[in-house]
């Protein structure tokens, strides 16, 4: 337990708890790809995977403050120089992660070197062929932190697919 009665994120994993997580989709869609970042290898949960700018909602700061906080953190990203859109919210049940993972998206399409990628968190970033990306999820590729929920990520991808054909 931490203070003030605020539960740990590792006992929150461990004991099933559903809990808030923000994820933010870059798009590039004169390419239709979308940023990926390598997670660090040193990552307790999902080392050296694919996936997007993500993270935990902390008891005291709301979705759109953690989603802001995620993107200046790992990639140097100022969201208030962006136009955000909700995507969806995908209610995810995982054997380690029980959340509601609440989506967004921004149209960028600057070169990886503009961003600055915070060291302890991620060891890579690129753009994928958003098509690859999606394959790779329905695929539960092993490249891929996320694993597919029926029903959850389709709502999710039709929305993508709109977006970016």
């Known amino acids: 337990m931490k203070r003030g009665g605020e ?21 590039d869609k004169d390419n239709k790809k979308v940023l990926l970042q390598k997670r660090s290898p040193n990552k307790k949960l999902n ?15 709301t979705i ?21 859109f909700k995507l969806e919210t995908v209610k995810r049940k995982e ?10 998206y921004i149209f960028e399409n600057k070169p990886i070197e503009k961003y600055k990628i915070q060291k302890e968190e991620l060891s890579e970033l690129l753009y994928m062929d958003y098509e690859n990306f999606k394959n790779l999820m329905k695929n539960e590729d092993e ?22 054909k």
């Open 7 to 27: 539960i740990s994120r590792s006992e929150v994993h461990a004991r099933q708890l559903f809990h808030n997580e923000v994820a933010l989709w870059i798009i």
């Open 47 to 61: 080392p050296n995977k694919l996936a997007l700018c993500a993270g935990h909602v902390v008891s005291n700061e």
């Open 64 to 84: 759109e403050e953690a989603l802001f906080k995620e993107a200046s953190e790992e990639l140097g990203l100022d969201l208030k120089k962006y136009n955000v």
């Open 95 to 104: 054997p380690n992660n029980y959340c509601f993972s609440h989506h967004f």
């Open 143 to 164: 490249s891929v932190s996320y694993k597919w929920h029926t029903g959850e990520y389709d709502k999710l991808f039709k929305k993508l697919d709109e977006i970016i």
